[in-house]
């Protein structure tokens, strides 16, 4: 169980375009969504939080205009990289919580996707 | 704002050998939880294992255990009977309890384990 997807796993597109990344878990109800940004050899960092139903709570210094986030559901999360630029290439990665209060400190995450942005 | 340190940015191990990641946090909470995530070359952040600051006892899952001093604000992490395939990076991390809380990660030691 814990099973958390993203779609798609690697991405190229061009300059000025809009990208669409899919986080979705697929066996449990998620309480929040996060969404992480990691560069290379680098930690994970925290881009936005995500509840189902409502605006997503942006980390300082992040665009939300450029990173939009939809979480339309329990077990669905967008992120929408909006007007890519190159310096937007980077491997996104989205977590979800448990729904049930016993576990809900735990955090599984999706498997990545990689944005490359020519 | 809750901080957490990794001060070993690379670690190696002798494959069967134990080996001991540091890690320290600082927070002016008395309930939270600590995790250590394994992330492989494939990226896919594994939870490893988890304590919670209310329980006093360390927390364990088979080859992997934790050294948790709440009091020096340490979680150090312990593999046992180190396997090839625990070579990974290996991120401390920390919560507040609630599941909207967000999760603050440690920069990352990456660990080698020699044949």
């Known amino acids: 169980g814990a099973v958390v997807s993203q779609h798609p796993s690697w991405v190229i597109c061009k300059s000025g375009t809009s990208v669409k990344i899919e986080c979705r878990s697929l066996?449990?109800?998620?309480?929040?969504m996060f969404w992480y940004r990691q560069f290379p050899k680098q930690s994970l960092m925290l881009m936005a939080t995500?509840?189902?139903?409502?605006?997503?709570?942006?980390e300082q210094g992040v665009e939300k205009d450029k990173f939009l986030i939809n979480h339309a559901s329990l077990t669905l999360s967008t992120l929408t990289v909006t007007s890519a630029h190159p310096e937007d290439s980077s491997f996104y990665i989205c977590?979800?919580?448990?729904?049930?209060?016993?576990?809900?400190?735990?955090?599984?995450f999706g498997p990545g996707t990689r944005l490359t942005v020519t | 704002a809750q901080t957490v340190t990794q001060s070993q940015p690379e670690m190696s191990v002798q494959e069967a050998e134990t080996v001991t990641l540091s890690c320290t946090y600082d927070?002016?909470?008395?309930?939270?939880?600590l995790f250590w995530y394994k992330q492989p070359p494939s990226r896919q952040m594994i939870l490893v294992i988890r304590?919670?600051?209310?329980?006093?006892q360390n927390a364990t899952e088979n080859r992997f255990s934790v050294n948790f001093q709440k009091a020096a604000k340490s979680f150090s992490l312990k593999i046992s009977d180190s396997q090839l395939g625990d070579a990974a990076m290996y991120f401390c991390?920390?919560?507040?309890?609630?599941?909207?809380?967000?999760?603050?990660f440690g920069t990352g030691t990456k660990l080698q384990v020699i044949p």
């Open positions: 991390a920390y919560s507040p309890p609630g599941g909207y809380q967000k999760v603050t």
């Open positions: 927070t002016s909470e008395s309930d939270y939880y």
């Open positions: 995500s509840n189902e139903g409502s605006k997503a709570t942006y």
């Open positions: 304590q919670e600051a209310y329980k006093q």
């Open positions: 066996d449990f109800q998620a309480t929040t």
């Open positions: 977590s979800a919580r448990f729904l049930n209060r016993d576990r809900d400190n735990e955090q599984y």
